[in-house]
T-cell receptor
Framework: ETGVTQTPRHLVMGMTNKKSLKCEQHLGHNAMYWYKQSAKKPLELMFV???????ENNSVPSRFSPECPNSSHLFLHLHTLQPEDSALYLC????????????????FGPGTRLTVL | DQQVKQNSPSLSVQEGRISILNCDYT??????FLWYKKYPAEGPTFLISISSIKDKNEDGRFTVFLNKSAKHLSLHIVPSQPGDSAVYFC???????????FGGGTRVLVKP
């Protein structure tokens, strides 16, 4: 059983809607991530949080707004999305961003399949 | 421009035989490499990793080989089992940052 859960698993929304994706990790990790996987494209990193502070923002449009209220929870708030934003959104966590200079293994949730109409 | 490429989108192999998945990268700063496996409706699961100071890492049926001069890594699964049927992603990171750059994935089908 994965230690990272995501809700909802599927979401259909119109371009004017506001919705939020939720991620929760039960692994005691300090770092959390949002990734986007579009059809026929590799996983793309969107945001990185370490100890509730954003440390990476990969030039993501402002219609995606992350929130990390504590080290166990991560949200992705969605507002006025476009159809091309339809994708699988994956959350991941790791013990830390790096440990002794080595990338920590990231553990992924099952993802939210988002469809924007 | 993709810095990590998996040029074979799919691979079919007979049960018991070896599966070889390949991954090429262009960024010479990458120094840590990982393989993830993904089943449908699940998130990627970490499989095995290798640091650039090594050229081989083995874990049970899974072995990852790294050829730094060729900027190439491969994952060997032997013997392949039907439960290995999944999409496999290679990923790479550079230096102390934890930004993972993923390849596009290779879908493996192991036939009984």
């Amino acid at each position: 059983e994965t230690g990272v859960t995501q809700t909802p698993r599927h979401l259909v929304m119109g371009m004017t809607n506001k919705k939020s994706l939720k991620c929760e990790q039960h692994l005691g990790h300090n770092a959390m991530y949002w990734y986007k996987q579009s059809a026929k494209k590799p996983l793309e990193l969107m945001f990185v949080y370490s100890l509730e502070e954003r440390v990476e923002n990969n030039s993501v449009p402002s219609r995606f707004s992350p929130e990390c209220p504590n080290s166990s929870h991560l949200f992705l708030h969605l507002h006025t999305l476009q159809p091309e934003d339809s994708a699988l959104y994956l959350c991941a966590s790791s013990q830390d961003v790096t440990t002794r200079g080595v990338t920590d293994t990231q553990y992924f949730g099952p993802g939210t399949r988002l469809t924007v109409l | 421009d993709q810095q990590v490429k998996q040029n074979s989108p799919s691979l079919s192999v007979q049960e018991g035989r070896i599966s070889i998945l390949n991954c090429d990268y262009t960024n010479s700063m990458f120094d840590y490499f990982l393989w993830y496996k993904k089943y449908p409706a699940e998130g990627p699961t970490f499989l095995i990793s290798i640091s650039s100071i090594k050229d081989k890492n083995e874990d049970g049926r899974f072995t990852v080989f790294l050829n730094k001069s060729a900027k190439h890594l491969s994952l060997h699964i032997v013997p392949s089992q039907p439960g290995d049927s999944a999409v496999y992603f290679c990923a790479a990171s550079a230096g102390a940052g934890n930004k993972l750059t993923f390849g596009g994935g290779t879908r493996v089908l192991v036939k009984p």
